[in-house]
């Protein structure tokens, strides 16, 4: 199985700060890898999917970059409706492996 | 806009079989292009992939899970299901259902899942 591994684990950040986690995949997944967005007691939500492009209606705040084995979700701007959980998930083979989490905390 | 429900049991005994539906809304089950997923968080842990079901009843099981898993696929009222037997407390999970679009490779929408709790 493609170990997908993110860091940090969680980060306090506030108001209007650019945030950055990453997602590290064991071995290339060329740019089979989605970020989606947990809010406690709700389904998670995709944001962002063959690791660039921004799934329709989610704010140009949030971007992707990467390819093969290291990716970024970059949050220009925090905003109050951002301070959630972020996961990687990584679709080039099966079965589907999802990285650890990041939880986005208000500072 | 499509959405997905799980329900079923909250409480099952070790070694006893967990069974969970998903319910589709605002497409069909039938419709091609998708597949029809279970993915599952343990309390503290990360999500698991539990497999897929295609309409046509094609499936596929993560090899941990695999001896233990069936899904099926009811079309006349838009459902799949998940059963899991002979469960113990690690199988304590919150299990969400998920359509997975297959141009695309990604998860979407989930449902909100439903937590379910291996305890005597």
């Known amino acids: 199985d493609i170990q997908m591994t993110q860091s940090p684990s969680s980060l306090s950040a506030s108001v209007g700060d650019r945030v950055a986690i990453t997602c590290r995949a064991t071995q290339s997944i060329s740019n089979y890898l989605n970020w989606y967005q947990q809010k406690p007691g709700k389904a998670p939500e995709l944001l962002i999917y063959a690791a660039t492009t921004l799934q329709r209606g989610v704010p140009s705040r949030f971007s992707g970059s990467g390819s093969g084995t290291d990716f970024t979700l970059t949050i220009s701007t925090l905003q109050p409706g951002d301070f959630a959980t972020y996961f990687c998930q990584q679709s080039f083979s099966t079965p589907r492996t999802f990285g650890q989490g990041t939880k986005v905390a208000i500072k | ?120």
């Open chain 2, 1 to 120: 806009q499509v959405q997905l429900q799980e329900s079923g049991s909250g409480l099952v005994k070790p070694s006893e079989t967990l069974s969970l539906t998903c319910t589709i809304s605002g497409d069909s089950i039938s419709t091609g292009g998708y597949s029809w997923n279970w993915i599952r968080q343990p309390p503290g842990k990360d999500l698991e992939y539990i497999g897929y079901i295609y309409y046509s009843g094609s499936t596929y099981y993560n090899p941990s899970l695999k001896s233990r898993v069936t899904m099926s696929v009811d079309r006349s009222n838009n459902q799949f299901s998940l059963k899991l037997n002979s469960v113990t407390a690690a199988d304590t999970a919150i299990y969400y259902c998920a359509r997975e679009v297959l141009l695309r490779n990604y998860f979407d929408p989930w449902g909100q899942g439903t937590l379910v709790t291996v305890s005597s």
